[in-house]
């Protein structure tokens, strides 16, 4: 009983003499660090002066810069499609792409054997329409001749029943002699009356044929002009972009054949922000930078267009380019910068200068200005 609480005892002290003597080497050290740190020097002779750099700004004319991107097209371009249904029978071995093609040359020849003998059968029912009407002036004279006997054949029934008739009054014939006279007089008055209907049909089929013969000669034409059609050629000059078919591929109407492009005269539509509408104007300076080089290309602005893309919030100018050089090509995608015409007075200071931009204007105001200093 005795011996445990001794060793209880001595545990305890053991522990308090360790983590009093623990205690002693820390404070030992810092007063140790307290008594061997160095002392700030003291400057005698009041506050110190705080240098701060300044510059003057000046106010300077600068126009606005609206940078945007586009895709140069060519103006002058023409997708050649096929205009009937038909077979490719050949393709000239001059027509393909990247070669140089002029208006009028034969990219593609079609079988046009359909469109022939529907020609051909088209001049034959021609030739029945003309018959027809031959056959028509023909019957009309001989109506017209027909017309003066049945004339002279009624005066002489007219005459025989009037003798008759006076015969009758001297008591020289009979009731039957005058019916068989008027019989004779009704029967003449009857053949004319044909006569003239028939002659008087004789202008509505005349019409009627020429009606016909016009509708025929129209579709002649139309067979002739699909004849032509069988022949595929280039509408403008330029060089061949694509060649779409094959010799043996069928086409029907509205089949791409070809692509011409003149790359002469291209156009970039430049999007640039929707913000700068009413201040860009026709005829202001378009700087073009390919994305390839670092040539610049000078241009001005052509056209506006007049709606806004709700999407991007961008509006579209287009700029025309001289393509006679090789330094831009239908397809190529710029950037190009948009310089106003009209000037303001702006402070122009270093890129550098500006810290902590709170606001995208005043970076880009810094952007513009840093070119200037």
């Known amino acids: 009983m005795t011996q445990p609480r001794r060793a209880v005892a001595v545990s305890v002290i053991t522990r308090v003499v360790v983590c009093g003597f623990a205690i002693g080497i820390g404070v030992t050290v810092a007063v140790i660090l307290t008594n061997t740190s160095p002392t700030a020097a003291r400057v005698e002779g009041g506050e110190q002066t705080v240098k701060i750099q300044s510059m003057n700004v000046p106010?300077?004319?600068?126009?606005?810069?609206?940078?945007?991107?586009?895709?140069?097209?060519?103006?002058?371009?023409?997708?050649?499609p096929a205009e009937v249904v038909s077979t490719v029978v050949s393709i000239p071995d001059e027509i393909e792409v990247g070669l140089p093609v002029s208006a009028g040359q034969v990219i593609a020849r079609l079988r046009d054997y359909d469109y022939v003998e529907a020609a051909a059968r088209i001049l034959e029912q021609l030739a029945e329409v003309d018959a027809e009407v031959a056959r028509l002036d023909t019957e009309e004279r001989v109506l017209v001749e027909r017309r003066k006997v049945a004339n002279r054949d009624l005066e002489l029934s007219?005459?025989?029943?009037?003798?008759?008739?006076?015969?009758?009054?001297?008591?020289?014939?009979?009731?039957?002699?005058?019916?068989?006279?008027?019989?004779?007089?009704?029967?003449?008055?009857?053949?004319?009356?044909?006569?003239?209907?028939?002659?008087?049909?004789?202008?509505?089929?005349?019409?009627?044929?020429?009606?016909?013969?016009?509708?025929l000669l129209a579709t002649h034409r139309l067979a002739l002009e699909q004849i032509d059609r069988c022949t595929v050629t280039a509408p403008i000059s330029g060089i061949l972009s694509e060649v779409m078919i094959e010799v043996g591929e069928q086409v029907a109407i509205g089949t791409p054949v070809a692509r011409v492009v003149d790359p002469l005269r291209l156009e970039l539509r430049l999007r640039i922000p929707a913000s700068c509408r009413g201040r860009v104007r026709v005829g202001d300076r378009v700087v073009i930078n390919r994305t390839v080089t670092a040539d610049p290309i000078e241009a001005a602005v052509s056209r506006i267009s007049p709606i806004d893309d709700s999407?991007?919030?961008?509006?579209?100018?287009?700029?025309?380019?001289?393509?006679?050089?090789?330094?831009?090509?239908?397809?190529?995608?710029?950037?190009?910068?948009?310089?106003?015409?009209?000037?303001?007075?702006?402070?122009?200071?270093?890129?550098r200068s500006v810290r902590n931009a709170t606001s995208r204007a005043s970076e880009s105001a810094a952007a513009r200005s840093c070119t200037r200093c």
């Open 59 to 80: 106010l300077e004319p600068v126009a606005r810069e609206w940078r945007g991107f586009g895709t140069i097209r060519a103006l002058d371009s023409a997708t050649i």
């Open 158 to 215: 007219e005459v025989d029943l009037q003798r008759v008739t006076d015969a009758a009054a001297k008591g020289a014939a009979v009731d039957r002699e005058i019916d068989a006279a008027e019989q004779r007089r009704l029967t003449t008055r009857r053949a004319l009356i044909m006569l003239e209907e028939l002659q008087s049909l004789i202008p509505v089929r005349r019409k009627a044929s020429s009606a016909r013969r016009d509708g």
């Open 311 to 351: 999407a991007t919030r961008t509006m579209t100018v287009f700029v025309e380019i001289d393509g006679h050089s090789d330094r831009v090509v239908p397809g190529l995608f710029v950037a190009g910068t948009v310089h106003e015409r009209d000037s303001e007075p702006r402070s122009v200071v270093p890129r």
